[in-house]
């Protein structure tokens, strides 16, 4: 699969806090905060409830992933991956139809 990415496409906070800006027309502070605090929520919500679904959009999961064995690229020294938790993120069907449009 090929995926296109540049700088001029990443996404940041101050691009989401600049778009409202334009589109609302709150002040740069205002939408700054919005931003942050949407992403605040996002992430106390998956530390609470280890799940959060955003309807038309997707959802985020945290997954818990095993201990196990692993290699060292550069060397054939043996490891152990230590156990942890991990974030997934599952579109909803309405992101899927439109990024296969």
Same mark, same amino acid.
């Given at each position: ?12 906070? $101050? @691009?989401?806090?600049? %778009? !409202?800006?334009? *589109? &609302?027309?709150? /002040?740069?502070?205002?939408? $700054? @905060?919005?931003?942050? %605090? !949407?992403?605040? *929520? &996002?992430?106390? /919500? ?56």
């Amino acid at each position: 699969m090929d995926y296109v990415t540049t700088k001029d496409m990443t996404v940041t906070k $101050a @691009t989401i806090a600049k %778009d !409202i800006n334009q *589109e &609302i027309g709150l /002040s740069k502070e205002d939408s $700054a @905060t919005l931003v942050d %605090d !949407i992403l605040d *929520e &996002i992430k106390t /919500s998956l530390i609470r409830d280890g799940i959060v679904k955003i309807s038309s959009f997707g959802t985020f999961l945290i997954k818990k992933k095993e201990e196990r064995p692993g290699n060292i690229p550069n060397t054939s020294k043996k490891v152990v991956i230590q156990a942890r938790n991990t974030i997934s993120f599952r579109p909803s069907k309405v992101i899927k139809n439109l990024i296969n449009e």
